[in-house]
């Protein structure tokens, strides 16, 4: 389903649209917070299965994702099959200086990310940086999405300001359980909407990507 850019942005503006964009993302985030360990368990294997299956994913050669954070879903099966086929993976760490995401190689887990960032796992300061431009495929997090890839983050506005870093096409995934997709997502013009949605129940492409 082709998404008019023009149609992305939201007519609420200002205090409206943050208001908009707090309550939405204070609800979706007690939902999620309150599934049972086990479903959420469960639900990622499916949202992983379904994400590895994307032709994308197996023809990137270097790969941009992050790692769970409190109730978010588990990536780590997908890092995990993105190293197992010789892919160059990216985590991003943030830079409080320069508001923007420092995006470091990183082949163990273990050993290579600790708690960082409001103690979001982070890739170590000193591994090898990588170039946005030779990222060729994105996992991008979100607290809520909608059939048009409107997405909602966290608030700090991070993604927006390296996803408009991007080279165009690069494919914008998104994993989320199925509480995450809400009917619309309030978004300012420069939010930018994601091609690509993964549930454990279905698969929205809502640009064409993936």
Same mark, same amino acid.
């Given at each position: 389903?082709?998404?008019?850019?023009?149609?992305?942005?939201? =007519? /609420?503006?200002?205090? &409206? #649209?943050?208001?908009? %964009?707090?309550?939405?993302?204070?609800? @979706?985030? +007690?939902?999620?917070?309150?599934?049972?360990?086990?479903?959420?368990?469960?639900?990622?294997?499916?949202?992983?299965?379904?994400?590895?299956?994307?032709?994308?994913?197996?023809?990137?050669?270097?790969?941009?994702?992050?790692?769970?954070?409190?109730?978010?879903?588990?990536?780590? =099966? /997908?890092?995990?099959? &993105? #190293?197992?086929?010789? %892919?160059?993976?990216?985590?991003?760490? @943030?830079? +409080?200086?320069?508001?923007?995401?420092?995006?470091?190689?990183?082949?163990?887990?273990?050993?290579?990310?600790?708690?960082?960032?409001?103690?979001?796992?982070?890739?170590?300061?000193?591994?090898?940086?990588?170039?946005?431009?030779?990222?060729?495929?994105?996992?991008?997090?979100?607290?809520?999405?909608?059939? &048009?890839?409107?997405?909602?983050?966290?608030?700090?506005?991070?993604?927006?300001?390296?996803?408009?870093?991007?080279?165009?096409?690069?494919?914008?995934?998104?994993?989320?359980?199925?509480?995450?997709?809400?009917?619309?997502?309030?978004?300012?013009?420069?939010?930018?909407?994601?091609?690509?949605?993964?549930?454990?129940?279905?698969?929205?492409?809502?640009?064409?990507?993936?």
């Amino acid at each position: 389903m082709a998404v008019d850019p023009g149609q992305i942005a939201d =007519p /609420l503006t200002g205090p &409206a #649209l943050h208001d908009a %964009k707090r309550t939405l993302r204070d609800q @979706v985030l +007690a939902a999620r917070d309150a599934l049972d360990p086990q479903d959420r368990a469960v639900a990622s294997h499916a949202i992983a299965a379904r994400v590895c299956a994307l032709p994308s994913f197996w023809q990137a050669q270097c790969i941009l994702m992050t790692l769970p954070f409190r109730s978010e879903w588990d990536t780590r =099966p /997908l890092f995990a099959a &993105a #190293l197992a086929g010789g %892919k160059t993976i990216a985590l991003p760490r @943030v830079n +409080a200086q320069s508001r923007m995401l420092d995006l470091h190689g990183v082949t163990d887990l273990a050993t290579h990310t600790a708690p960082g960032y409001r103690g979001i796992p982070e890739p170590s300061v000193t591994l090898p940086r990588i170039d946005i431009r030779t990222i060729d495929w994105v996992l991008v997090p979100g607290v809520a999405f909608d059939v &048009a890839g409107r997405r909602l983050g966290y608030g700090g506005g991070y993604y927006d300001r390296l996803l408009a870093l991007l080279t165009p096409g690069t494919p914008r995934i998104a994993g989320a359980y199925d509480l995450q997709v809400v009917p619309r997502v309030p978004a300012a013009p420069h939010d930018l909407a994601v091609d690509t949605v993964a549930t454990p129940t279905r698969m929205l492409i809502t640009t064409g990507g993936g």
